[in-house]
């Protein structure tokens, strides 16, 4: 009987505790809740559509975390989201072509933020692809050429190797947290702990923050008001409009080919990134598409 009248006070209290919250202004709304800080903790996330457990404590606690450092690295978060104005219009497009969730945009944020950063490791691009597994999903590279630095060609490659960890794990959370800690790797700590759950594993420290990381920096960069953070349109970076140029031949002097498009070295450079060297050495005669900015720098 005792229980009974436990559990009838409890949710009694819930139920007030949620009237009460209703109730109140906005503004006391807001401090009750934290909104408009680093403190703020949402109710409910989930990545992929698949729902994040946060009433079990760890969890909740994991989350928490990378909330409240994300949150608070302003100067980082903030550059992201400027970042993401120019990136985002290029991944989204390809993750729908490929039936991959728009969620993992957020998985190449966290990879890379959003810029073609090199790892200690080797990794490199916004999607953090080694040498060997760039070329096995069709990527070029060489001396004079690194596709892992061309945004439209590492998501794709990203794409396919998604698709096929959803395929093997049946979940998109998993997927992802095979993408820092390798298909193998994971499946053996799934077999290992007999579980199949991502939240119920026990990681290495990277890849167990790994899913919780994407998780915070998709709640902030899409409720950026909720703990913070105040961006306007105008001061996101600009995704230029260019031209394409095709070639099928060599270049032997890149920056004589930029002044012959109307553009320097260094602008040639910045929109074709996977261009490595000061030539393009083109044997074989394949094409290449050249991106020339027709807007911006004049």
């Known amino acids: 009987m005792k229980l009974f009248q436990w559990m009838a006070t409890g949710a009694l209290a819930v139920i007030v505790t949620g009237l009460f919250v209703f109730s109140i202004s906005g503004e006391e709304r807001q401090k009750l809740l934290k909104?408009?800080?680093?403190?703020?903790?949402?109710?409910?996330?989930?990545?992929?559509?698949?729902?994040?457990?946060?009433?079990?404590?760890?969890?909740?606690?994991?989350?928490?975390?990378e909330l409240l450092v994300n949150a608070n690295l302003h100067s980082s978060t903030l550059l992201i989201?400027?970042?993401?104005?120019?990136a985002f219009p290029v991944i989204e497009p390809i993750l729908k072509q490929y039936g991959v969730p728009d969620d993992f945009k957020y998985l190449a944020v966290i990879e890379s933020a959003l810029t073609n950063a090199v790892s200690a490791s080797g990794a490199r691009g916004v999607w953090q692809f080694m040498t060997?597994?760039?070329?096995?999903?069709?990527?070029?590279?060489?001396?004079t050429v690194d596709e892992r630095y061309h945004l439209q060609k590492s998501t794709e490659a990203a794409c396919k190797y998604l698709l096929a960890a959803k395929n093997k794990f049946g979940s998109w959370t998993i997927a992802a947290a095979s993408y820092?800690?390798?298909?193998?790797?994971?499946?053996?700590?799934?077999?290992?702990?007999?579980?199949?759950?991502?939240?119920?594993?026990?990681?290495?420290?990277?890849?167990?923050?790994?899913?919780?990381?994407?998780?915070?920096?998709?709640?902030?960069?899409?409720?950026?008001?909720?703990?913070?953070?105040?961006?306007?349109q105008h001061e996101l970076y600009e995704n230029l409009p260019t031209k394409i140029i095709e070639v099928d031949s060599s270049i032997t002097d890149l920056a004589k080919f930029a002044k012959m498009q109307g553009v320097n070295?260094?602008?040639?450079?910045?929109?074709?990134?996977?261009?490595?060297?000061?030539?393009?050495?083109?044997?074989?005669?394949?094409?290449?598409?050249?991106?020339?900015?027709?807007?911006?720098?004049?």
């Open 180 to 232: 820092n800690g390798g298909m193998n790797g994971v499946s053996k700590k799934l077999e290992e702990q007999d579980v199949t759950n991502y939240y119920d594993l026990l990681l290495t420290d990277e890849t167990h923050r790994y899913v919780f990381r994407i998780l915070a920096l998709k709640e902030i960069m899409q409720h950026p008001d909720l703990y913070g953070f105040d961006v306007s």
């Open 81 to 86: 989201m400027k970042r993401a104005n120019r």
């Open 132 to 143: 060997d597994t760039a070329k096995e999903k069709g990527m070029e590279v060489s001396e």
């Open 265 to 298: 070295y260094k602008i040639l450079k910045i929109h074709n990134p996977w261009l490595r060297d000061k030539k393009l050495a083109n044997p074989n005669k394949k094409k290449y598409q050249i991106e020339i900015p027709t807007k911006g720098y004049f």
């Open 35 to 65: 909104e408009g800080t680093a403190q703020y903790f949402p109710p409910k996330v989930d990545f992929a559509g698949e729902p994040t457990p946060l009433h079990i404590a760890d969890v909740k606690e994991r989350f928490d975390r």
